[in-house]
């Protein structure tokens, strides 16, 4: 039977560590002056009884009392191992805690939600890739907007291929990263056909206009993906988690950009010229 009366609270701990005495594992305590007094006096009045340590309305150890103990702070002896004795110091500074734990609410979170959040960031690549497509082929008509379109395909399998080979997890930020790298494909492709479309206006033959369009173009693609991937790069080195992988997947994307943007388009429209050999240009 364990009385109701609290002798003295754990706010009046000041410390519980494990140690040795005569190479035997004890705890260790010390009570603030206050405890101090009040656990000297409730010593002296229970000599060989058992006092109880209750954590959480729960008995943790009964320890008998030996003999008085005046100074404020004594020892918790017994068949201890050394794992035991740090058990019960960590449980004794537990309760020294100055407020109680209260659980205000509670929730578990199953992979369902984890595999919804998957499904719905796919969803999300897959319209915003479906209405970048379809603007392009719109916008910059059946040649030119098919030519970044198979661009970003090939950009796209790019991303993959690097990321399989480097064995990187493909993560609901990745997948945020790969909608970004849509948008990056694009934006350069969007940069070297208005280049083209300026120099057709002002008079320049289509192959001078593709010639110095894609020239020209290039500079500001290659200025703008740098300065992306250097941030992508402060991103991996100070970020942790979810970011690194948004990182990863960005830093990725913009090395597959500037291959697509200087080699991949620019074969292809020059295959494509070649080919149809246009008095005028399409765009």
Same mark, same amino acid.
């Given at each position: 039977v364990?009385? =109701?009366?609290?002798?003295?609270?754990?706010?009046? !701990?000041?410390?519980? *560590?494990p140690t040795l005495q005569t190479n035997e594992p004890v705890v260790s305590f010390r009570f603030d002056s206050a405890g101090g007094r009040k656990f000297g006096q409730a010593t002296q009045q229970n000599v060989?009884? !058992? !006092?109880a340590i209750v954590l959480d309305n729960?008995?943790?150890?009964?320890? =008998?009392?030996?003999?008085?103990i005046l100074g404020g702070s004594g020892?918790?002896?017994?068949? /201890?191992? /050394? *794992?035991?004795?740090?058990?019960?110091a960590v449980l004794l500074r537990a309760g020294a805690l100055p407020a109680p734990l209260e659980v205000i609410e509670e929730r578990s979170v199953g992979p369902e939600l984890g595999a919804d959040s998957i499904r719905a960031g796919i969803l999300a690549t897959i319209v915003?890739?479906?209405?970048? /497509?379809?603007?392009?082929?719109?916008?910059?008509?059946p040649v030119f907007g098919l030519i970044a379109n198979l661009a970003l395909v090939v950009n796209l399998v790019l991303v993959f291929a690097t990321m399989s080979f480097l064995g990187a997890t493909l993560t609901l930020p990745g997948i945020a990263g790969i909608v970004l790298v849509i948008g990056q494909a694009v934006d350069s492709n969007v940069l070297i056909y208005e280049r083209i479309h300026e120099e057709v206006k002002n008079g320049r033959s289509p192959i001078s206009a593709l010639d110095v369009g894609f020239t020209e173009a290039m500079r500001t693609i290659v200025d703008s993906n740098v300065t992306s991937f250097i941030a992508g790069i402060a991103l991996f080195i100070f970020g942790t988690g979810p970011v690194k992988g948004f990182a990863v &997947?960005?830093?990725?994307? @913009? @090395? &597959?950009?500037m291959f697509t943007a200087v080699t991949f388009t620019r074969m292809v429209v020059a295959y494509w010229y070649i080919w149809r050999r246009p008095k005028v240009l399409p765009i």
């Open positions: 364990v009385k =109701r009366q609290v002798v003295v609270g754990g706010e009046s !701990l000041v410390d519980a *560590q060989g009884q !058992l !006092l729960k008995v943790i150890s009964a320890p =008998r009392v030996n003999e008085p020892i918790i002896s017994g068949s /201890f191992s /050394f *794992q035991s004795a740090t058990e019960l915003a890739g479906i209405a970048v /497509f379809a603007f392009m082929m719109v916008y910059y008509g &997947t960005h830093c990725i994307g @913009i @090395i &597959t950009t």
